[in-house]
């Protein structure tokens, strides 16, 4: 099926008599009808519902819809894109590893993997995505289980070189992680291009609508961790905490999502609430239609703003003159994301004067839904970064980030003008 089939029928499969849209089932428990029975659950004879931090119907359909999505073999839903991140690299890495990490990831994954995970002895190396191949090679170390990087960065806008990226991981023996939070799986498929696993924060444009917080983990099945027994140990040898089972022996190309389901999830407990994942699922039903209008208006934005005069600079892997521009069209033929980023002449008193004068723009701390909204990172997310760390991150102090919604474009475009008016 076409993806924007899959986002209106996959998952929920209503069977005769039962409700055809996808119920909340706000349940934190399942009933049997005898001891023996969930007993069976518990030794893993038997697959059912027992508890919904581990499982919920009303999750694992939306799960199923962005596995789909993706093309992968197995998923999860987690209780926020941050807990996403975190699960996805602590499922393959425990202290004495080491993680390479792309510099111009989201401030709050550079947060976790560079001052947090460091704190449990998971320690990271830092690397600027355009690095060549020989140049990258130097960040890996014998400890090294996978490289964390973004499609397209937020708020950078970076676009990442997934193949290269994919090559390098594997001549080391490590898988790809790849953040498709801001590209979504309609304009990228990373799995396509090499990639072995996908995390989404589903807060911005597959909810859509700003109403839950809410993260996705997506495995291709194509790591093969059984080869490299000694570097996987936690997938490739017996968990004592579950029956001495052996992910990859008895779950196969599942492995890594079963783990982090039945270890991490169960011992660290970032589950989504299922009315959350009910939201999500109606968001992601038109997130294609709203995906096209998204960039055919940030393509508006972004050109109105390379051709006004009180503007410095403006990126935008749409625009032609984009650095990023031809591994877009590579990537992400059909578009890339809503997100516009620009500097003003005027600097950052400029950027100040302009958002306070911004009316249909709201400033908020979110980013990609459907209403047009405005941030400026270097006073608002990555306030805690240094002027060194934020240009290291690919976030210049003047930098704007401007979320283009799905309004009509004139609107937008007027809103804009009128405050750029004042600067
Ligand atoms: C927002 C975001 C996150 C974190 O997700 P939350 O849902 O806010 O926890 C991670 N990665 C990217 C690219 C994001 O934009």
């Not at 055809?20 to 519902?49: D, H």
């Not at 109403?211 to 291709?220: F, H, L, N, R, T």
């Amino acid at each position: 099926m076409k993806k924007e089939t899959i986002c209106v029928q996959a998952g929920w499969k209503p069977k005769n008599g039962e409700p055809r849209v996808l119920p909340i089932y706000q349940s934190t428990t399942y009933k049997y009808e005898s001891s023996e029975e969930m007993g069976k659950l518990f030794a893993l004879e038997k697959e059912g519902y027992f508890y919904t931090r581990l499982q919920n119907p009303t999750n694992d359909a939306v799960a199923e819809k962005i596995c789909e999505l993706e093309g992968g073999v197995a998923a999860m839903l987690t209780s926020s894109g941050q807990a996403a991140t975190y699960y996805s690299v602590f499922n393959i890495c425990e202290a004495g590893d080491h993680v390479v990490l792309s510099s111009t990831v989201y401030g709050g994954t550079f947060n976790l993997l560079t001052c947090t995970m460091k704190k449990m002895g998971i320690d990271c190396t830092v690397v600027d995505p355009d690095l060549s191949e020989e140049e990258l090679n130097k960040a890996f170390q014998a400890n090294t289980k996978c490289v964390f990087a973004e499609t397209i960065a937020n708020p950078a806008l970076v676009v990442l070189d997934i193949e290269k990226f994919a090559h390098i991981a594997h001549a080391h023996q490590v898988p790809l992680i790849v953040d498709n939070t801001f590209a979504t799986p309609i304009h990228c498929n990373p799995f396509e291009w090499g990639a072995d696993i996908v995390t989404h924060s589903t807060t911005k444009y597959m909810d859509g609508h700003a109403m839950a917080v809410g993260g996705a983990i997506v495995d291709s099945g194509n790591f093969d961790w059984a080869a490299y027994p000694d570097k996987f140990p936690g997938l490739c040898t017996p968990d004592e905490s579950y029956h001495g089972v052996v992910y990859t022996e008895k779950f196969g190309k599942k492995a890594y999502i079963m783990k982090a389901t039945s270890q991490l999830m169960r011992d660290l407990g970032s589950i989504p609430s299922p009315q959350n994942s009910f939201l999500l699922n109606v968001g992601l039903e038109t997130l294609p239609l709203r995906m096209e209008r998204h960039c055919y208006n940030s393509q508006k934005v972004a050109e109105f703003l390379e051709s006004h005069e009180k503007v410095a600079w403006v990126n935008y892997p749409g625009l032609k003159s984009n650095k990023y521009y031809t591994l877009a069209q590579k990537y992400m033929p059909e578009g890339t994301c809503g997100v516009v980023s620009f500097g003003l002449k005027g600097g950052r008193k400029a950027a100040e004067v302009m958002m306070e004068h911004l009316e249909l723009t709201a400033i908020v701390t979110h980013v990609a839904d459907a209403r047009t909204c405005v941030l400026h990172p270097a006073s608002h997310t990555h306030r805690q970064m240094t002027d060194e760390q934020l240009v290291e991150a690919g976030v210049a102090p003047d930098l704007i980030r401007y979320s283009v919604g799905i309004e009509h474009i004139d609107d937008i475009l007027a809103d804009l003008e009128t405050a750029l008016s004042f600067v």
